[in-house]
C-alpha cells in the first residue's frame, strides 16, 4: 500500500507568499522526487534528490531531502498564480525502478 | 517528438466489458509504466516494462493485463472491466540510466468511467 504521506493536503495561496508541503514516510527512499500535475495533464518533475541532506533549488522552487531519508519538504518562495496545481513526492528505494507516490498537496490561489 | 501519447482520452465502459488503452513513446525509451490515479492516493504502479518482451507487475497489477511487443507501444488491457477500475490512468516513459529513471515522461491520461 501507500508509504508515502504527503501534508497539508490542500493549501491556499495568497500571490508573494512563501508555501512548503512535506512528504514522510516510515521507510527509507534513497531518491525523492517532487511533480507538479496541471489540470487535464500528466505529472511533471520538479526537483530530483539524491543525497540525504541534499537542498537543491529550481526557480523559486526549493526542496530537501531529510537527514533521515524517511522525510523531504519543498518549499515555493514568492508564490503566484501559475503555481496552482497538485504537488506529489515520490520516493525510490534501494534497487530497481519502481517509483512510490504520495498523496499530492492541492495548491489553490485565496479567493 | 510526440512525446508520450494516450488514447482515448475519455471512455465510459460497462461492467464486464473489455478494451484496450493504448500508450505510444517515439523517445526510443526502454522503461514503460502504467499508473492508475485515484483521488487523495498519488500514483500507483500497475504494470511496467524493462524493454521489448519484457513485463513485471507494478503495485496493482490485478484486473489488467499488458505486452511490450515494440519498444515504442505499450497497450494496458481490461479484460473484464469493474466500477473499481474508475480512475485516471497514465502511462510513463523514460530512458534506463541511472538517473534517467526518474524523468519519466507522462502522457495526458486516460479517464475511465466504469458503470
Known amino acids: 500500500g501507500q508509504q508515502l504521506n504527503q501534508s497539508p493536503q490542500s493549501m491556499f495561496i495568497q500571490e508573494g507568499e512563501d508555501v512548503s508541503m512535506n512528504c514522510t514516510s516510515s521507510s527509507i527512499f534513497n531518491t525523492w522526487l517532487w511533480y507538479k500535475q496541471e489540470p487535464g495533464e500528466g505529472p511533471v518533475l520538479l526537483i530530483a534528490?539524491?543525497?540525504?541532506?541534499e537542498l537543491t533549488s529550481n526557480g523559486r522552487l526549493t526542496a530537501q531531502f531529510g537527514i533521515t531519508r524517511k522525510d523531504s519538504f519543498l518549499n515555493i518562495s514568492a508564490s503566484i498564480p501559475s503555481d496552482v496545481g497538485i504537488y506529489f513526492c515520490a520516493g525510490r528505494q534501494a534497487a530497481g525502478n519502481k517509483l512510490t507516490f504520495g498523496g499530492g498537496t492541492r495548491v489553490l490561489v485565496k479567493p | 517528438n510526440a512525446g508520450v501519447t494516450q488514447t482515448p482520452k475519455f471512455q465510459v465502459l460497462k461492467t464486464g466489458q473489455s478494451m484496450t488503452l493504448q500508450c505510444a513513446q517515439d523517445?526510443?525509451?526502454?522503461?514503460m509504466s502504467w499508473y492508475r490515479q485515484d483521488p487523495g492516493m498519488g500514483l500507483r504502479l500497475i504494470h511496467y516494462?524493462?524493454?521489448?518482451?519484457?513485463?513485471d507487475q507494478g503495485e496493482v497489477p490485478n484486473g489488467y493485463n499488458v505486452s511490450r511487443s515494440t519498444t515504442e507501444d505499450f497497450p494496458l488491457r481490461l479484460l473484464s472491466a469493474a466500477p473499481s477500475q474508475t480512475s485516471v490512468y497514465f502511462c510513463a516513459s523514460t530512458p534506463l540510466g541511472t538517473y534517467e529513471i526518474d524523468t519519466q515522461y507522462f502522457g495526458p491520461g486516460t479517464r475511465l468511467t466504469v458503470l
Open positions: 523517445m526510443n525509451h526502454e522503461y
Open positions: 534528490l539524491y543525497k540525504a541532506g
Open positions: 516494462s524493462v524493454g521489448a518482451g519484457i513485463t
